[in-house]
């Protein structure tokens, strides 16, 4: 017997949103407490919050900086979008500096290997999260869940918490919570769960050389700078967080997925 359909979903506040409470309290505390999208704010935060400060090679430097002159471009961008670019930047620049400490720690992750990865393609909303899914249920498979990937190294002594469960999916599954009150509609366009197998582009985030700003704020200047250069280092990078995950974690073959490998086969 067929699931029964689900209700229909009708938006007729697109003219004039209608505020819930809790989105009109998010508004308002960005609106108290703008950002600046600048370089030397985004890295001390991050500093602050690892207590860490080698970030690896600089060059990722000019990537960030373009990164946030581009979102601070965007004349549509409210101050709570805004806000979301500046955290978003630091949590791949915290996430750098406890991969880069990690591998400083223990510089055997290098010698890793990945093994004969299967990489998924397509476009974007065409499936491509469901068939990446299905091929994860597979456990001779290594994955990527969505909380490992919003923090993919542990923090030194954070692997567990005494209920032997670990504190990035707890984080994951309050910030989740979080958004679906902020964003009710959300799930029906893209359902998402904090155990749910995500893509990589959060890794390559980490290096700063993605599309993934592109779905967040309108920003042709990063379009244009991130397409006129060869992403070959960057992966790279990815790769060197690859490494590092099947090193904490096995299995040792991986199933990867991200729409923006498109813009880079040929």
């Known amino acids: ?10 938006i007729d506040d697109l003219a004039d949103p209608v505020l819930s409470p809790i989105q009109r309290q998010a508004i308002a505390e960005a609106e108290r407490q703008p950002v600046e999208l600048r370089v030397d704010a985004v890295l001390d935060a991050a500093v602050r919050r690892t207590g860490l400060s080698d970030f690896g090679a600089d060059d990722f430097r000019e990537r960030l900086a373009v990164w946030l002159e581009a979102a601070a471009e965007d ?4 101050a709570l979008g805004r806000a979301i670019v500046f955290n978003d930047c630091v949590r791949y620049a915290s996430n750098r500096l406890r991969l880069e400490d990690l591998i400083r720690r223990h510089p055997e992750i290098l010698k890793v290997e990945i093994r004969q990865p299967i990489i998924i393609v397509g476009l974007p909303r065409s499936g491509t999260t469901h068939l990446l899914n299905l091929i994860a249920a597979d456990r001779r498979l290594r994955s990527l869940p969505y909380w490992e990937s919003l923090e993919p190294v542990p923090a030194p002594g954070e692997e567990h918490g005494p209920d032997g469960a670990d504190p990035r999916l707890a984080r994951c599954r309050q910030a989740a919570a979080m958004q679906d009150a902020l964003l009710p509609l959300l799930r029906a366009m893209h359902f998402m769960t904090p155990e749910h197998i995500h893509e990589e582009i959060e890794l390559q985030a980490i290096d700063f050389s993605s599309y ?11 379009r244009d700078y991130y397409l006129s250069h060869d992403q070959r280092p960057h992966y790279l990078y990815m790769k060197k967080a690859l490494q590092a995950l099947q090193w904490l ?17 040929g």
Not at 1 to 10: A, C, G, L, N, T
Not at 75 to 78: Q, T
Not at 212 to 222: G, N, S, T
């Open 1 to 10: 017997m067929s699931e029964p359909r689900p209700p229909d979903i009708r």
């Open 75 to 78: 004349d549509n961008a409210s």
């Open 212 to 222: 993934l700003l592109e779905w967040i704020a309108h920003v042709p200047r990063w």
């Open 249 to 265: 974690r096995g299995p040792d073959r991986w199933v990867l997925k991200s729409p923006q490998h498109l813009e880079q086969i």
